[in-house]
Each structure stands twice: as structure tokens, then as C-alpha cells.
């Protein structure tokens, strides 16, 4: 969690006071709250709570801003009531180099087509600073649902959208289906002919000035024409600061063997990994990117093909 204080050295009061309000209002203890953070993913500790509520510290940078998304729906809050009180550094930080997160000249080709398309610039005028991505397998053992949540900032002028694509790459597919959550609507779609890359325009609630953020929820949903898939992963094209990818798998489904696969500028590198107790697996990547992570499993002896179904 980082911190930050405001330019002349004194709190952000207005935003103390709207969350001292706020916790009075709900009549919850810092405790209950940071239990309740904790449950989301969020870790919070007990310190940097009381110095939010008393002003000694402010939330800045990407962790402490989706933490701060939860406490305003926790405390029944309209989104962004607290964090539209707090002053803006009016800088976007170390940008980094912008880069197609994978090795495939003819997929970006695609992409570059899908973005066209979409009406939107490539490379896009935005970064993810933090993205969760869930992805649940059904008792098939394959892909069947996957919601994605990122804290978006723009990197320069005002973006009004930006692209969310799927990629499939050496496997045409129909479209999955795009559903947006929250933060914005989708505005397009777009099918490209080799059937590797499927997407829709995310348009946000509101135009996005650099160096602003604001969070983005979108699912995608594969339907039963769908090619069965053991393989789910996130790419980004900027650094992110925290990628996060987690995979449920049904009871009936757990795997014999799945593995990490990280693609970056200085190569891929594959890692076993084991499902914890629940039956899941995550994968916690901290200032990473440009580049992809991957996980990939399957039942019966691992082999070379990647035990991918057919």
C-alpha cells in the first residue's frame, strides 16, 4: 500500500472527513471494515485505515484506489464520492515502453485491424495500473466464464473508450459473449475474419483525462459452440503494477497438472504449479508487462502437446 501526501504537506480533509462521515453513518467499526476488505482480495492494515479516517495520510496509487472502490460500496456509498475528493497528482508516472504482449506478428496484425475497426487508436491512450482477472472452469475441466476488474488510466488527452479484445491464437473461434459490469457500456463489437481475435468497445461512463483513472468491470461468457479451452491469461501492453490471475476449478474438475506460462520481451518461462486446498490457482505478478500470463492444465500425463482437448 503507498501513500502520498497532499502538496503543501497538509491531509486531505474533505476526503477524511466524507469517510469519518461515512463509517459514523454505517455505524461499523475499522475492523469490521478492514475484514470485509480482506474478503475482496483487498489487504488492507488497520494503520492505514486510521490514517485515512484522520487525515494524517491519503489513498494513493493503484491498490489503495480499488480498495478505496470497495469501501464506498461496503459503506453504501455512490461511486467515487470518496475518491472524487481526493486531489490529483496530475501525473501519469513512468509510462514505459508500449508493446504487443505477445510474440505473433500476424495476430497483432489482427489486433491492429480489430482496433481500426473499433475506432479506437493503436497503440491505445490508456494503461492498466492494476487488473484481477477470475476465470472459473466448469466440471468439463474447460473455460466458462471470466470477469476482469482494472483500475484504467489514461495516458494522454481524453479517452472517451478503449478496446477489450480475446484472443485465441492458432484457433479460430466463434465470438464469446462481452458483457460490461461496471464502469462504462459496450459501444461495439467486432469479429476478425480469421476468427483469433474477437472484441468489443468499452465506452466509460464518463471521458477519462490523463493522468485520471477509473475502474472497469467486464465479463466474457463461452458459449456451447465454443472450442473446449484449457488455457486462461491476461496481457498488457504497458507495465502493469499488480496482475493478478485466478482460476476456479469445479469440484468434479480438478487437474492433474497445470503450469504457469509468462511471455515477456526476454522470453516465455514455464513454471508447475499446484491448486491450493479450494481448488483454485493464482498468479500474482508486481510491476509487470509489457507482456502475458498464462495458465494452462489438464488431466492424465502432461505431454508435449500441452494436453489441450480435441
Not at 480498495?67 to 467515487?80: N, P, S, T, V
Not at 472524487?84 to 504487443?100: D, H, N, W
Not at 459473449?177 to 480469421?194: N, P, Q, T
Not at 472497469?216 to 496481457?235: A, F, K, M, N
Request: with cysteine; glycine share 10%; aromatic share 8%.
Amino acid at each position: 500500500m503507498s501513500f502520498e501526501y497532499d502538496d503543501h504537506g497538509s491531509s486531505s480533509e474533505a476526503f477524511a472527513g466524507a469517510l469519518r462521515n461515512a463509517i459514523n453513518a454505517k455505524d461499523v467499526t475499522l475492523s469490521w471494515l478492514q475484514r470485509q476488505l480482506k474478503r475482496r482480495g483487498n489487504r488492507v492494515s488497520m494503520a492505514t485505515l486510521s490514517y485515512w479516517r484522520s487525515g494524517a495520510r491519503r489513498p494513493e496509487g493503484a491498490q489503495s484506489l480499488a480498495a478505496l472502490a470497495d469501501i464506498e460500496q461496503l459503506l453504501g456509498l455512490d461511486d467515487d464520492a470518496l475518491a472524487g475528493l481526493l486531489p490529483s497528482t496530475k501525473r501519469t508516472g513512468p509510462l514505459g515502453p508500449s508493446q504487443f504482449p505477445i510474440d505473433q506478428h500476424d495476430l497483432e496484425t489482427a489486433v491492429k485491424d480489430a482496433y481500426a475497426a473499433l475506432g479506437a487508436p493503436y497503440p491505445d491512450h490508456s494503461r492498466e495500473i492494476t487488473t484481477h482477472s477470475v476465470t472459473d472452469v466448469d466440471a468439463d475441466g474447460n473455460v466458462s466464464y471470466c470477469i476482469t476488474r482494472s483500475v484504467l488510466q489514461a495516458t494522454s488527452g481524453t479517452m472517451t473508450g478503449t478496446p477489450f479484445l480475446e484472443l485465441t491464437p492458432g484457433t479460430r473461434t466463434p465470438s464469446p459473449i462481452f458483457r460490461a459490469v461496471s464502469g462504462g457500456r459496450i459501444a461495439g463489437e467486432y469479429s476478425h475474419a480469421g476468427g483469433e481475435v474477437h472484441g468489443v468497445l468499452f465506452e466509460l461512463d464518463a471521458p477519462l483525462s490523463a493522468p485520471d483513472t477509473t475502474m472497469v468491470e467486464w465479463s466474457v461468457e463461452y458459449p456451447p459452440d465454443y472450442p473446449p479451452t484449457r488455457e486462461t491469461g491476461h496481457g498488457v501492453a504497458r507495465q502493469c503494477r499488480e496482475l493478478l490471475v485466478w482460476v476456479r476449478f469445479h469440484p468434479n474438475a480438478l487437474p492433474d497438472w497445470c503450469e504457469e506460462r509468462v511471455e515477456t520481451a526476454s522470453g516465455i518461462t514455464i513454471t508447475p504449479v499446484t491448486p491450493n486446498g479450494g481448488g483454485s490457482v493464482h498468479l500474482v505478478h508486481r510491476a509487470f508487462g509489457p507482456g502475458a500470463v498464462e495458465l494452462l492444465w489438464g488431466y492424465g500425463p502432461r505431454d508435449d502437446a500441452g494436453d489441450q482437448p480435441g
